[in-house]
């Protein structure tokens, strides 16, 4: 879709599952199943949607998915669906990886940042080989050395040999004109969202902050948070912001939904419409 100058499409990198109790914290799974219906194992469909900007000064990519690097037994356990990609998305654009100019990880969980680096023999190297890739200077170093908590979210082979291309920002920062990221701890100490605007008109990639339509509800919060009680602050401060600015509101694992424009009622944030 066109936002001003700007063309926005997104990417699908396929679909994965995790595990429905997980998604939703201490939300009982009698209410979250009515809207994410589990498999036989407990886990949700979720998809895994990047974003390409195309500005009229470079190709802009947000997140790069799961990609191809796991074994069987954890394609297995997160039931991953590459019946499309993140590439084959790229290439029915008319782009090849050598056309990407900026990649853009809100965090570095194995989700968002597979397709940073690819197998090249026995190699793995960056898959964009043009681009700078963009990440919180805590989000890296977090990465690197992750708690008991959440190491099984962070596969340092999914972005450590990107390092040279790597750019680390400390806080909120304009990239272009724009293009903005914003700091959001919760999720992690250090995910950020972006902030896309042309012409009067709004973008948000809200990244884990909101991974889905049926977290718009303010108590609705993954268990995989590190900060709970920031999540809630900044979904309080943001999402009525999102939805007074009618700002289209881009989510990164709606199974339906990529993206929305929101609306406030009763107090609540809802899908418009």
Not at 65 to 73: A, Q, R, V
Not at 124 to 129: G, I, M, S
Request: net charge negative.
């Amino acid at each position: 879709m066109n936002l001003g100058r700007f063309q926005l499409d997104a990417l699908s990198d396929g679909t994965f599952a995790l595990d429905g109790g997980q998604m939703f914290g201490v939300v009982p799974k009698t209410l979250w199943g009515k809207k994410n219906p589990p498999d036989p194992r407990n886990r949700i469909r979720l998809s895994l949607t990047c974003l390409l900007v195309q500005t009229p000064s470079a190709n802009v990519l947000i997140e790069t998915g799961i990609g191809e690097k796991f074994d069987s037994k954890h394609a297995d356990i997160y039931a991953i669906d590459h019946s499309t990609t993140l590439l084959d998305g790229l290439k029915s654009h008319g782009l090849s990886r050598t056309d990407v100019h900026i990649v853009i990880n809100t965090h570095l969980h194995f989700d968002h940042c597979g397709w940073n680096v690819l197998r090249d023999g026995a190699k793995l190297v960056p898959a964009f080989p043009r681009a700078r890739y963009v990440i919180q200077r805590g989000e890296w170093e977090h990465a690197g050395a992750p708690t008991e908590k959440d190491r099984a979210s962070y596969v340092e082979e999914f972005f450590a040999p990107a390092e040279k291309q790597t750019e680390l920002l400390d806080g909120d920062t304009e990239l272009l004109p724009g293009i903005r990221v914003e700091v959001l701890p919760g999720h992690t100490g250090h995910l950020q969202g972006v902030h896309i605007a042309s012409e009067g008109e709004e973008a948000y990639f809200v990244s884990d902050l909101v991974p889905t339509s049926s977290h718009l509800d303010y108590p609705w919060i993954m268990s995989f948070d590190l900060y709970p009680l920031r999540t809630l602050a900044h979904k309080k401060r943001l999402l009525p912001q999102l939805a007074a600015a009618n700002v289209l509101t881009v989510f990164p694992h709606d199974p339906v939904i990529a993206w929305a424009r929101l609306e406030e009622r009763d107090r609540k944030i809802r899908l418009k419409g």
